[in-house]
């Protein structure tokens, strides 16, 4: 089985942002155990920002994106060298690995990402994957490395996502607030799977929350992957979870099986602004599945850019797709609701086109 782990900030530091090595050490255990039983397996693991927090002695997660990655260069180095350390102790090889969302969007750059993921398991290793944090441009600002699993599950069709958290998977509702919410075990395929209500991270030491896990179980979902939400601190979490034991949240993956491409517009990137359409738009786009055109907006919310992501709204205000706009809000406002054959010859036919449109319903 080829399995993607993913393992957050708050799981593998303690209140300080210090590593934990205790923890390092039982995650190294099973992925170890893993490797030795004939799976391959890649770990994406957070705690880079949080380990530079407490290396470098500051009192606090700073707020500004230049310090933040400034500081992950320190504490990705120091977060390799305790899963070089327990991994090599039980004869596996740790392989770096950090990654963009461009990446995933490159066609050439996500075939190069598959071959050296796919390579280093040939070879034996195990591949750590974090965001290149260091260098990148916005990923601090809008990511975390719960979509980057879901992406990487995509990209080397992994039969199984497990993310790893501090809480034991999805609930009903909140349940350090409500004594009656219930864990549910099971959610499938067509299941509203971002129905439940989840709040952004619960630590001040990470960035994601069960709202990316939500988002991430989606990608996983609709990537075909099956995916899991549990516990990390649950004794032998993830070799239970490759044996098919019941240890937090399962979804269950769809048929839908989208392009990367897609599921980066989707669910990783920053949205702009949005569009609203008519009736006649909403069921093109969703019945037959075409472009946007201009005929069918009706109004344009925000400032967004050409090749900026936008929401699709229908009249009643619900979000039905995503997509990136062939061009800026400005102009779209002057052309909504005209005839392609109405319209100035420097102005794209397409709203939005159907291969950069993603429906959500």
């Given amino acids: 089985m080829r399995v993607v782990a993913k393992i957050g900030t708050s799981s593998i530091t303690d209140q300080l942002g210090v590593i934990d090595a205790a923890v390092i050490d039982a995650m190294c255990d099973q992925l170890a155990r893993l490797r030795a039983a004939g799976h391959e397996v890649i770990l994406v ?184 939400i549990a516990k990390a601190s649950r004794p032998d979490v993830l070799v239970d979870a490759v044996a098919g034991v019941s240890v937090g949240t399962t979804f269950q993956p769809s048929s839908r099986n989208l392009p990367a491409r897609k599921l980066w517009i989707g669910f990783a990137t920053n949205v702009e602004g949005a569009v609203v359409v008519d009736d006649g738009a909403r069921r093109a786009l969703v019945e037959r599945g075409t472009s946007l055109l201009p005929a069918g907006v009706t109004d344009v919310l925000g400032d967004f850019a050409e090749g900026d992501v936008v929401d699709v709204r229908d009249s009643g205000g619900v979000n039905i797709a995503r997509g990136i706009a062939w061009c800026d809000a400005a102009v779209l406002r002057e052309v909504r609701g005209k005839r392609t054959t109405d319209l100035p010859p420097n102005v794209a036919h397409e709203a939005i086109h159907r291969d950069d449109l993603l429906l959500l319903i």
């Avoid at 965001?131 to 990148?136: K, L, S």
Wanted: net charge negative; proline share 4%.
């Fill in 45 to 228: 693991s957070s705690g880079a920002v949080s380990a530079g927090v407490a290396a470098l002695g500051l009192a606090a997660r700073p707020n500004d994106v230049i310090t933040l990655q400034a500081i992950s260069a320190a504490g990705q180095s120091r977060l390799m060298e305790h899963y070089n350390r327990s991994l090599g102790s039980r004869g596996v090889v740790a392989a770096q690995v950090l990654l963009v969302p461009h990446d995933f969007v490159d066609r050439r750059q996500y075939l190069h990402a598959r071959q050296t993921l796919v390579r280093l398991m040939e070879l034996g290793c195990v591949p750590i994957v974090n965001e290149n944090d260091a260098i990148a441009s916005d990923e601090i600002r809008y990511g975390d490395n719960d979509r980057i699993a879901a992406l990487v599950a995509h990209n080397v069709a992994a039969d199984l996502l497990v993310l790893l958290t501090d809480t034991p998977g999805l609930y009903t509702a909140d349940p350090r607030t409500d004594p009656s919410a219930q864990l549910l075990e099971t959610v499938a395929a067509d299941d509203p799977l971002l129905s439940v209500a989840a709040t952004a991270s619960g630590s001040n030491r990470g960035s994601g929350g069960m709202a990316s896990k939500l988002s991430a179980a989606r990608m996983a979902s609709w990537s075909g992957v099956r995916a899991v």
